[in-house]
T-cell receptor, first 108, second 116 residues
């Protein structure tokens, strides 16, 4: 079945710096890769996604890149702000598999 | 438009008991998925329902079951509770089954289950 690995499990960055979270997947049939943000006491919320026929997608300070050959995709957050502090999950659509999450802390 | 609602938000049970959790999807959404979230295992897929039929099932024991009603509301049941069942149970709804860019999945706030 599908296996999605996510690194790092925790990440602390200075406000204004960039943060990068990486995921690898195993099922080559996966063709859709969403990223979710989960704030304390809330359910995960979709922040950006990418399809397998696209290499990169941007939405303001957030971008996702996909390398199908290597089966990995990454979330990039630039100019980080305190409200970016949360747990971030990657996912692959086959078997609705999620990564184990990255707790991102932005240091003011 | 109201979001996904889950009841109850918090629940405390003892080992051996059973529990039923409820999820009301966003109006018009016909697919409901359930996930278990724990610090050690992260988000794990339990099952997915569409039009009152279970379409997909994760790797969980038979003690975990669910159902969906004709109004798309869904319930999940855990029988013979174990300490390891303590977790946040999340429900998500979408218009149709599966994850896709044309089919965003919206999560509820979850039910925090504690098994003593």
């Amino acid at each position: 079945g599908e296996n999605v690995e996510q690194h790092p499990s925790t990440l602390s960055v200075q406000e204004g710096d960039s943060a990068v979270i990486k995921c690898t997947y195993s099922d080559s049939a996966s063709n859709y890769f969403p990223w979710y943000k989960q704030e304390l006491g809330k359910g995960p919320q979709l922040i950006i996604d990418i399809r397998s026929n696209v290499g990169e997608k941007k939405d303001q300070r957030i971008a996702v890149t996909l390398n199908k050959t290597a089966k990995h995709f990454s979330l990039h957050i630039t100019e980080t702000q305190p409200e970016d502090s949360a747990v971030y999950f990657c996912a692959a659509n086959e078997k609705l598999t999620f990564g184990t999450g990255t707790r991102l802390t932005i240091i003011p | 438009k109201a979001g996904v609602t889950q009841t109850p938000r918090y629940l405390i049970k003892t080992r051996g008991q059973q529990v039923t959790l409820s999820c009301s999807p966003i109006s018009g959404h016909r697919s409901v998925s359930w996930y278990q979230q724990t610090p050690g295992q992260g988000l794990q897929f339990l099952f997915e329902y569409f039009s009152e039929t279970q379409r997909n099932k994760g790797n969980f024991p038979g003690r975990f079951s669910g159902r969906q009603f004709s109004n798309s509301r869904s319930e999940m049941n855990v029988s013979t509770l174990e300490l390891g069942d303590s977790a946040l149970y999340l429900c998500a709804s979408s218009q149709i089954p599966g994850l896709a860019d044309y089919n965003e999945q919206f999560f509820g706030p979850g039910t925090r289950l504690t098994v003593l």
